[in-house]
């Protein structure tokens, strides 16, 4: 029976990992006709609408009032949602899925980081070596092992990946400070309230010129391409994950974050990418820190944790 649960909890994650490896190549090909600001919003408020459906099914009607948390929720989840989302598209616009992919992988470890930044939990000794060592990974990849040259190539906008990665950190620990709110129900309306906010982000850019509302032939022809962003990757995805994560733990969900980076550059590879040396060093080093971070966890009886990156 524990088998079978294992199995299926694996399945689920393998699922997940490839959704999510997939989803920047699926994102830069949108990018293409529509802007961050307004992919976004086509993501997350036909996602909302779902996980709200959801949660009422689940959990009751009751269950879709924030009570006294509403401001808080609304916070996170602009941090996490509009601020994951928006500056993520907007790097991956001017950047490679593959980068996008590994600096994502990187979650695990700047968690562990930021939680010793703000509640003083701090690290072994293995984990800040790993942490190390899956950033210079990182910088492998994305400058292809020549740092003369950096600026004229991704570097900026791979920070603004970064950058909404570091938001989703936020979110995801701020998840903590509602302990009586289940998994669902803080992704569910965190979710709704960010595409509030996401909403108001992009009319305000439209206004200001810098965004640019798409024609809806434009929507229609990447119909498909937003029904995997917002339905699988941002719907089915994270109920896979967090499915996934009960039937197999955290610490053994977690490595299976090391698929995203593999299934982004191997859908590159499949697309004719040719990369580097340096690249795929780079792509190891980051896989292999986070094994060694994992195991070290393991031996600390650290708890690892990782909310999904929706």
């Given at each position: 029976m524990q088998s079978n649960r294992s199995l299926k909890g694996a399945a689920m994650l393998v699922f997940t990992t490839l959704v999510w490896g997939a989803m920047?190549?699926?994102?830069?090909?949108t990018l293409d006709a529509i802007d961050a600001f307004w992919l976004t919003t086509w993501r997350y408020v036909p996602a909302s609408l779902i996980m709200l459906a959801v949660l009422w099914i689940v959990e009751g009607r009751r269950a879709l009032a924030p009570e006294n948390a509403?401001?808080?929720l609304w916070m996170f989840?602009?941090?996490?949602?509009?601020?994951?989302s928006i500056l993520g598209y907007l790097g991956l616009a001017r950047s490679q899925p593959e980068h996008a992919a590994i600096?994502?992988?990187?979650?695990?470890?700047f968690t562990t980081l930021a939680n010793w930044l703000v509640r003083g939990t701090r690290p072994n000794r293995v984990t800040l070596a790993a942490t190390l060592v899956a950033f210079a990974g990182a910088v492998l990849v994305i400058t292809k092992g020549r740092l003369h040259g950096v600026a004229d190539g991704t570097l900026s906008a791979d920070a603004l990946v970064l950058a909404g990665m570091l938001c989703w950190i936020g979110y995801t620990?701020?998840?903590?400070?509602?302990?009586?709110?289940?998994?669902l129900r803080y992704t569910a309306l965190s979710m709704a309230l960010g595409a509030s906010t996401i909403v108001a982000v992009s009319v305000a850019a439209t206004l200001a010129g810098i965004a640019h509302p798409p024609?809806?032939?434009g929507v229609a022809d990447h119909g498909i391409d937003?029904?995997?962003l917002s339905l699988v990757a941002g719907v089915l995805a994270v109920f896979a994950w967090n499915a996934g994560v009960a039937a197999l733990g955290a610490p053994n969900g977690v490595l299976f974050i090391n698929l995203v980076p593999i299934t982004a550059f191997a859908i590159g590879i499949a697309q004719g990418h040719r990369f580097g040396a340096s690249e795929i060093a780079g792509?190891?080093?980051v896989i292999g820190a986070l094994i060694a971070s994992n195991v070290a966890g393991r031996a600390s009886g650290v708890r690892t944790f990782m909310r999904s990156p929706a």
């Open positions: 920047f190549t699926v994102a830069k090909n509403a401001r808080r989840g602009s941090l996490g949602f509009a601020g994951f600096i994502i992988a990187l979650m695990p470890l620990m701020g998840a903590s400070t509602l302990p009586q709110f289940s998994t024609a809806l032939s937003i029904a995997y792509g190891l080093l």
